[in-house]
Antibody
Framework: QVQLVESGGGVVQPGGSLRLSCAAS????????MHWVRQAPGKGLEWVAY????????HYADSVKGRFTIARDNYKNTLFLQMSSLRAEDTAVFYC??????????????WGQGTMVTVSS | DIQMTQSPSTLSASVGDRVTITCRAS??????LAWYQQKPGKAPKLLIY???SLESGVPSRFSGSGSGTEFTLTISSLQPDDFATYYC?????????FGQGTKVEIK
């Protein structure tokens, strides 16, 4: 079964750190780029970060640059998001999503169910 | 960065209505535009990619059009399962930007 399953969310204090994971199955994970996307409560979608299939190219939204790090382990079929210096405005559901290639117009063709991150004292 | 403006923010419609949602980019993005549907508490679902290509398994009542700076998602005959929030998304030089979303409500 093709799926993405996020984990690692929780409550963290401002200034704290958290690492999210996304376990992939049912497709050849090492052949595809991956993304993190977040959604604050009651708000719209915000792209967070992208990592190339081999992990050698990464891109970030300005809002998280220097604080968040995207990574992957192709042997364990797992995507990560290391978040540090967390702020209240980082509170959101975080989704991992599979990168569609050129033929898909670089759209996100598969999504996980999301994991909630709450930054609060 | 390229800005994306999606309208309307809310749309009230009845079953069977033809519904149109528009996204405008601040500069040309060729056809690098996708549309997603999201229901409450669920992950987004890809509907349309490359402005007008229908994702596998998506009903044919959904269609996308446009290129350059103006794009449209059309639902030809609204069904009960279509009441949801819809987002456009542009791609440009390793940056992806979502529109603000359009909530389609029951009239």
């Amino acid at each position: 079964q093709v799926q993405l399953v996020e984990s690692g969310g929780g409550v963290v204090q401002p200034g704290g750190s958290l690492r999210l994971s996304c376990a992939a199955s049912g497709f050849t994970f090492s052949r595809y780029g991956m993304h993190w996307v977040r959604q604050a409560p009651g708000k719209g979608l915000e792209w967070v970060a992208y990592i190339r299939y081999d992990g050698d190219d990464k891109h970030y939204a300005d809002s998280v640059k220097g604080r968040f790090t995207i990574a992957r382990d192709n042997y364990k079929n797992t995507l990560f998001l290391q978040m540090s210096s967390l702020r209240a405005e980082d509170t959101a559901v975080f989704y991992c999503a599979k990168h569609g290639d050129y033929d898909y117009g670089f759209a996100f063709d598969m999504w996980g169910q999301g994991t909630m991150v709450t930054v609060s004292s | 960065d390229i800005q994306m403006t999606q309208s309307p923010s809310t749309l009230s419609a009845s079953v069977g209505d033809r519904v149109t949602i528009t996204c405008r980019a601040s500069q040309s993005i060729s056809s690098w535009l996708a549309w997603y549907q999201q229901k409450p508490g669920k992950a987004p679902k890809l509907l349309i990619y490359k402005a007008s290509s229908l994702e596998s398994g998506v009903p044919s009542r959904f269609s996308g059009s446009g290129s350059g700076t103006e794009f449209t998602l059309t639902i030809s005959s609204l069904q009960p399962d279509d009441f949801a929030t819809y987002y456009c998304q542009l791609y440009n030089s390793y940056l992806w930007t979502f529109g603000q979303g359009t909530k389609v409500e029951i009239k």
